[in-house]
């Protein structure tokens, strides 16, 4: 009896964390079942960006080689945890394409046990807890993350998970050297799977200076730090640069180097294209400021929870902004509805506690709940419907362009030399040698954009230099540049209808040398009835 009776109030006290993960999966069957008959029965990612990892985890697990293709390293990504997750797993079960999806979700599921044991712990009812809960599913996109394939879900259980951490270390008077290092331990881990993690670990340790523990927040720095510069000795080590192509790429424009010179502008752009997560930082710091009155003061968990979590928001979409499926904003957002939503709740519980007018707390407590109720949480839900719903048809634009050029470079191409400026899902599914002219995997085509000389000549000239045999591009892209090489010989192009997610609706295919011709013809002759019906196809 005892027994049944402790079962019955574990049962009770997870009820919340059970509905948030059965809506959880039935949202993710729902995405899947569709994905699945859109797709020929293929499981397929919404971004061909996941499959970039796929392909490094596969040669890092399989030859050794941290690149794209398993002939020569290629610093491609800033993810560098995710990578070597995945290629842990491939290494024990074998490459598999459904290894990103199970992983998604058991990490999405884990960040919602971190966010339920908090709320927990704070004594918030299971109601409240069970709202917090769905929000935090679906505000925070969770089933998107699973179909996106990268490492957004392991980002999210990390940053809460140290945010969670850092605050009962941080409100403890007592030292605990274990403590300590397990919380620098996942700050290094924060940084190693995403590099803007560092927003977070650079917060808490303000957090740690402001309480003048000096060295401790020092230490977390350096432990926050030590991934990246450890990434960028070998990157330099073996001829790439210190940081990742895809942050020197994506970052290399006017309107994150030059901050000081459109100022203005930057700060204008990013509010609009993040407003609503902008909105929870802004109250974030108002319930934080709130908190400052009360009798535990600034060292209050909750307070040094709120600080971090404003800072690392504000940072991270000033410097980083919008996104496919809003990825990069999962995070934040999730870590915002598990502190904002368990402070609120205290600071009503607990209104005695605040050195206030009782009845500015009223007005206060007003103020916050009504305006997340009216402004953030709304459109933060609204904007995860509509993503969801756009990601069956995600897939799909990956399916048809990308997934089906791999297999065609399967068919007709293993071992040759490819141009091409979408390299995921060719270099997962295909054993080729690939020139990357978008820069992510090619080291020489991301210094001469670095520096400014990247041209039609200079891609001619890269494609004789490597013996590329034929190209799988999207033409406008090049456009900037001078266009493609005109020596270059058209043969088809394939086109797809109602796309999302590709970056064109038209990728052509061009022979390189002229010997090569006849044979690329032929093969997209032969390959043509394997493309699904929906595919446009033209051939010169």
């Excluded at 209104?351 to 109720?373: D, H, M, T, W």
């Amino acid at each position: 009896m005892k027994y049944l009776s402790w079962m019955t109030d574990r049962i009770k006290k997870s009820l919340p964390l059970i509905l948030a993960v059965v809506l959880f999966s039935i949202s993710l069957l729902i995405l899947t079942k569709d994905s699945l008959n859109r797709n020929q029965g293929h499981l397929v990612y919404a971004l061909d960006d996941g499959y970039i990892h796929m392909a490094t985890a596969k040669n890092l697990a399989e030859f050794g080689v941290w690149g794209v293709t398993r002939y020569e390293f290629s610093s491609n990504s800033s993810s560098l945890l995710w990578t070597v997750v995945l290629a842990a797993v491939y290494w024990v079960f074998g490459p598999s394409e459904v290894a990103p999806f199970i992983l998604n979700i058991l990490f999405c599921v884990l960040s919602l046990v971190v966010v339920a044991r908090f709320l927990r712990e704070m004594q918030l009812p299971g109601g409240v807890t069970g709202i917090l809960l769905v929000a935090a599913v679906y505000t925070g996109t969770m089933p998107i993350l699973v179909f996106v394939g990268m490492e957004h879900g392991l980002e999210v259980f990390l940053d809460i998970l140290f945010i969670y951490q850092m605050g009962k270390y941080i409100s403890n008077p007592v030292e605990n050297r274990n403590r300590f290092i397990g919380l620098a331990v996942l700050a290094a881990l924060v940084t190693g799977v995403r590099y803007e993690g560092l927003f977070v670990i650079g917060a808490a340790s303000l957090v740690f200076f402001l309480r003048k523990r000096f060295s401790k927040g020092l230490l977390l720095l350096l432990a926050g730090l030590f991934p990246i510069v450890l990434y960028g000795v070998i990157s330099l080590a073996k001829g790439g640069l210190f940081f990742p192509n895809s942050i020197l790429l994506k970052g290399s424009n006017p309107t994150t180097f030059q901050i000081f010179d459109n100022l203005r502008g930057l700060i204008e752009w990013r509010y609009n294209s993040s407003k609503d997560v902008i909105y929870l930082a802004g109250l974030s710091l108002l319930v934080f400021v709130i908190q400052l009155f009360r009798k535990t003061g600034f060292w209050d968990q909750l307070a040094a929870m709120n600080l971090v979590v404003f800072l690392s928001n504000i940072l991270q979409t000033f410097f980083i902004g919008d996104n496919y499926f809003y990825r990069y904003e999962s995070n934040l957002i999730v870590g915002e509805i598990m502190v904002l939503g368990a402070s609120i709740y205290m600071l009503v519980r607990e209104r005695a506690s605040l050195r206030i007018n009782r009845g500015i707390q009223y007005g206060l407590a007003l103020v916050v709940v009504g305006f997340l109720f009216w402004k953030p949480l709304p459109a933060l839900w609204q904007r995860s419907i509509q993503s969801m719903e756009k990601i069956p048809p995600a897939t799909t634009n990956i399916y048809e362009q990308q997934y089906q050029m791999a297999l065609f470079l399967r068919e007709y191409y293993q071992g040759k030399t490819i141009a091409a400026n979408d390299i995921g899902a060719i270099n997962y599914l295909a054993d080729i040698h690939t020139v990357d002219l978008y820069g992510l995997s090619t080291q020489a085509v991301a210094d001469m954009k670095l520096e400014g000389v990247y041209s039609t000549a200079k891609i001619r000239q890269l494609a004789i230099e490597r013996k590329v045999d034929i190209a799988i591009v999207y033409d406008h892209w090049f456009d900037g540049f001078g266009g493609l090489p005109r020596d270059w010989v058209k043969d088809g192009e394939w086109s797809i209808r109602n796309n999302v997610v590709c970056g064109g609706s038209v990728v052509s295919f061009y022979a390189i040398k002229l010997a090569a011709e006849p044979e690329l013809m032929q093969n997209l002759k032969a390959f043509s009835p394997s493309l699904p019906t929906t595919v446009g196809r033209i051939l010169y």
